[in-house]
């Protein structure tokens, strides 16, 4: 079993910057990759970013060149760093691992983007 903790939501005006952190504990080694999902009121969950193991990303391309996600794997945390926030960023953030053939999920963060 995996646990994973996010942490760093809130609300952020126009353009502004938020950091989200996820924390995994529990049987992390098989993890192979993890990554950030949104999903915002009345519409399905999507990815946003994710990272492998080995430090490979990819990312939704709504957020191409604007979020940034990354790991610290000596603290079992990944990040996404995001600038440069719109309205349409608004939605729940959840963390997932990948440990095959499961995946597990954060309870989710609040991210909402108004003035």
């Known amino acids: 079993q995996v646990q994973l903790v996010e942490s760093g939501g809130g609300l952020v005006q126009p353009g502004g910057s938020l950091r989200l952190s996820c924390a995994a504990s529990g049987s992390i080694l098989g993890i192979s990759n993890m990554g950030w999902y949104r999903q915002a009121p009345g519409k399905q969950r999507e990815l946003v970013a994710a990272?492998?193991?080995?430090?490979?990303?990819n990312y939704a391309d709504s957020v191409k060149g604007r979020f940034t996600i990354s790991s610290v794997s000596a603290k079992n945390i990944i990040y996404l760093q995001m600038n440069s926030l719109k309205p349409e960023d608004t939605a729940v953030y959840y963390c997932?691992?990948?440990?095959?053939?499961?995946?597990?999920w954060g309870q989710g963060t609040q991210v909402t983007v108004s003035s």
């Open positions: 997932k691992a990948f440990w095959y053939p499961k995946d597990f």
């Open positions: 990272i492998t193991r080995g430090g490979s990303t």
